[in-house]
């Protein structure tokens, strides 16, 4: 058996302030949450004004106020927390009217470009400089899902395509997928042999709680080598499905967090021409600064995994990291091995 903890990280959060990935970083909050609200009236309606790509359905499954129950403090923090997480939108206000016998509820919207062209680049010590058109929808189809698509050229050839439904209170079947694939041709200079993959994952996720929630998760990793001994297939071919069962707990605050929890853990067993089980572990804590202010906090992030099985027997060498142990920080595939949506 092998065991690897793949990262520690710390991230400072303070107000107005930005950087990008890394280990530390400093990230922006948006503005407070609703302070005065007419707590305990009847909501009679709900108005949404500024939603032009967003469909109503979506902003009111999205909502804790509801039509006929009264509007609280703890339902007006839901709304603005379950709305900003969506990530459709730029800003989000609130306010009331008078109605007979109660109130309407009046959501003003601000929303983000749906679709943004871009540039996607790549730098590595192993393949140099790798750059390609991109283009993202943080809110494709007005559907609040987040779409993307890739393709990088140079020292490495990379295509990808991504969607990921948004998260939204309750039981329902029409939201809750996933679902990733990439394409990699490289020269794997780490285990010198030229590499061709195909990877794909899928998730489902329901909902057990507003918290916590559940779901399978399967992989297909398709590896080509031109160089004999690297696979496990001795026709220089690995195919290696995988299936998992997640847990995740999510008691965060706000969409940039200043307090709570962040829990995933995932068992997952990989098969095909491998043989090996994968247990990953992501936990995130984030503690409020307050002798600094409400909306500053700092976040500590851990990723573990444990891995049985045998290298070069039911575990390829591809699979390995540079530290000798199976991770999903693993060179090239660091993404879509574990099913997360940023690597380490």
């Not at 991504?162 to 939201?175: E, F, L, N």
């Not at 160089?227 to 995740?248: E, H, K, M, W, Y």
């Amino acid at each position: 058996m092998r065991a690897a903890a793949g990262c520690l990280a710390l991230t400072l959060t303070l107000a107005g302030l930005t950087s990008g990935c890394s280990l530390f970083s400093i990230e922006s909050i948006p503005g407070a949450f609703p302070e005065s609200l007419p707590d305990g009236e009847m909501v009679r309606e709900i108005r949404l004004e500024g939603n032009r790509y967003t469909r109503d359905w979506v902003v009111e499954m999205a909502m804790a106020s509801k039509v006929g129950e009264p509007y609280t403090e703890q339902t007006a923090r839901l709304d603005y927390l379950w709305l900003s997480q969506l990530g459709a939108f730029q800003s989000i206000s609130f306010r009331t009217e008078p109605a007979d016998d109660g109130i309407v509820l009046v959501v003003v919207f601000k929303e983000v470009s749906p679709y943004i062209p871009g540039v996607s680049f790549k730098l590595t010590q192993e393949n140099g400089i790798e750059l390609g058109p991109s283009i993202s929808s943080p809110n494709f189809l007005g559907w609040a899902g987040r779409a993307s698509a890739y393709a990088r050229f140079g020292g490495a050839t990379n295509f990808g395509v991504r969607y990921v439904d948004p998260w939204v209170p309750g039981k329902s079947w029409i939201a809750g997928y996933q679902l990733m694939y990439a394409h990699l041709d490289r020269r794997n200079e780490l285990d010198n042999f030229n590499e061709t993959t195909d990877d794909l994952f899928i998730q489902v996720r329901r909902n057990l709680t507003n918290k916590s929630r559940f779901g399978p998760r399967f992989r297909f990793l398709s590896v080509k080598s031109d160089t004999a001994g690297i696979t496990l297939d001795s026709d220089n071919r690995d195919n290696i499905p995988g299936v998992g069962l997640f847990l995740q707990h999510d008691s965060r605050n706000a969409a940039y967090p200043t307090d709570g929890w962040y829990l995933d853990v995932e068992p997952a067993y990989y098969f095909g021409n491998a043989n090996y089980w994968q247990f990953t572990a992501d936990v995130r804590r984030y503690l409020p600064l307050r002798f600094i202010g409400r909306r500053h906090s700092l976040a500590l992030y851990s990723l573990a995994t444990i891995t049985t099985g045998k290298l070069l027997e039911d575990i390829p060498v591809y699979r390995i990291s540079t530290s000798g142990a199976p991770t999903p920080c693993a060179a090239g595939r660091s993404t879509l091995a574990a099913g997360r949506t940023s690597g380490c």
